[in-house]
């Protein structure tokens, strides 16, 4: 049984105010929900305030980013622990726009993938995602495959099984264009074939893979059928409460 996950990454966007009373209202909203996990991603400033709201409720904390070193001279990096200490829980690891404007690769991914496992009680949210030309010169499966070997290299199974992935075809990310429950399905079984690969079946079997990309109530319902998609990580239908909320309502424990 995966427990579906419905993550909002609301990336650059909600002072600690505006995020405090969104998750004042979502708290209300969501109180009677126990068959979801719901995260929410706010900015780093916003994170200790939102903490002190959704404490004791259903609602998880997750950051966006963290660094793969414990602490030091690494200007405006943020620690696995520090994050911890504000009340995480998640944290969003090579979310697209990081590999596209901030120089994330498949080798800093594994790094900070590597410090938040050591850092026990913070789960990753590993992105991965081909670009448009990726996927219209067939090369999907051959650049998921080597996010996932990259990102993971090293890991023993026990540790894979901690993580929570999310497929994010880069073309579908805020851009209105989502990915066909076919399309994102044949992706979502090819990744959980590549981790029962690396970490076997059993470790496979339980892992969640959440999808991303314009994801909404208008289209949430074909994707969220599939047999290996387990919730979404959802960016633009995340920052409207009704929408998510009505995201967090659809999905049911599989
Ligand atoms: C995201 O940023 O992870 C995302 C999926 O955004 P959107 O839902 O807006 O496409």
Known sequence: MRKPILAGNWKMNMTAAEAVEFVSSLKEKVKDVTEREIVVCPVFTALRPVAEVIKASNIH???????WEESGAFTGEVSAEMLKDSGCEFVIIGHSERRQYFGETDQTVNGRVKKVLEADGLTPIVCIGE??????????FKVVETQIREGLKGLKPDDIKKLVIAYEPVWAIGTGRTATPQQAEEVHAFIRGILSQIAGEGVSDEIRILYGGSMKPENVSGLM????????????????LDSFVSLINYCTMR
């Open 61 to 67: 904390l997750g950051a966006q980013n963290v660094h």
């Open 131 to 140: 670009k448009l030309e990726e996927r219209e010169n067939e090369l999907t």
């Open 225 to 240: 059928e599939c047999e290996n998609i387990d919730g979404g990580l959802i960016g633009g239908a995340a920052l409207k």
